[in-house]
Structure formats: structure tokens, C-alpha cells
């Protein structure tokens, strides 16, 4: 559960921003400016998800045989480099 909550935080928490505008600007006669305000905040949300979201690497196959390797029972030697 923890590891899901982890995992999908930023959806939920989009979610629940897009429900809360939602119910601020549309609860009382809603003009055209707050249809437009809400699109723009769902249409931020949606965005900062496709820019944000996590992506499987290249590196990624060698996280696995690294981890393999780990549990072989032979030692393994890591190295941790920085681009910086």
C-alpha cells in the first residue's frame, strides 16, 4: 500500500487539486474566465505529470544485473560517480 502510495503520489494529490478548483470555481454560476482558469489548472496538472512521471532508463537492465550479482554470493564492487 505504502509502496503504491509512493509510486502514484503526484497523481492522487493532482486528483484532489483538480477536485478542489473544481468545486472553488464552478460552485456558484461558473463564467466563462473560471471554465478557463480550471481548464489551465487541469492542463498544468496534466502536463507537470508527462514531464515529471518516471521512466524506465538505460541503466536500468544493469541496475538488474547489478542486483543479481548482489545475490550470486560473490562480491561485487560498486562504484557511485557523479555527473557534477
Known sequence: MILLFREYSF???????AIAAGFMLL????KLS????FGVI???LVAA????????TPLMDDA?????M??????????????F
Do not use: C, Y
Open 11 to 17: 497523481p492522487i494529490v493532482a486528483v484532489v487539486l
Open 27 to 30: 460552485a456558484n454560476k461558473p
Open 34 to 37: 473560471d471554465f478557463l482558469a
Open 42 to 44: 487541469v492542463a498544468s
Open 49 to 56: 505529470w508527462v514531464i515529471l512521471h518516471p521512466r524506465q
Open 64 to 68: 538488474k544485473q547489478v542486483q543479481a
Open 70 to 83: 548482489i545475490g550470486a554470493g560473490t562480491p561485487v564492487l560498486l562504484e557511485f560517480q557523479s555527473p
